[in-house]
């Protein structure tokens, strides 16, 4: 079984900055793909961005020059480096990662979240 555990949520003004962190655990072969998401209106989760293993990286439209997304495959980590936040990125953000099993098989696994409240 494989963990994700995010961290790095807490309340901040407007303007200011939030760095999340996911950390990886349990029976991992190999990291994939990695992902942040957070709830988009209709209460379904919208991908804020993602990177693969190779450090591609994809951003959702409404945090482009604003957030960054990075990771250190040797400690099976990501980062969101959240900049000049708004009150609309108020919102649980999530961790989710591809992990390659040594059998072969990909599977794909969600972190519980982490709240980041951004008042006005």
């Known amino acids: 079984q494989v963990q994700l555990v995010e961290s790095g949520g807490g309340w901040v003004q407007a303007g200011e900055s939030l760095r999340l962190s996911c950390v990886a655990s349990?029976?991992?072969?190999?990291?994939?793909?990695m992902r942040w998401y957070r709830r988009a209106p209709g209460n379904q989760r919208g991908l804020v961005a993602d990177?693969?293993?190779?450090?591609?990286?994809n951003y959702a439209d409404s945090v482009k020059g604003r957030f960054t997304i990075s990771r250190d495959n040797a400690k099976n980590m990501a980062y969101l480096q959240m900049n000049s936040l708004k009150p609309e990125d108020t919102d649980v953000y999530y961790c989710?990662?591809?992990?390659?099993?040594?059998?072969?098989?990909?599977?794909?696994?969600w972190g519980q979240g982490t709240l980041v409240t951004v008042s006005s």
């Open positions: 349990g029976s991992i072969f190999r990291l994939n793909a």
């Open positions: 990177i693969t293993r190779g450090g591609n990286t």
């Open positions: 989710n990662a591809d992990v390659l099993s040594s059998s072969g098989r990909e599977f794909r696994f």
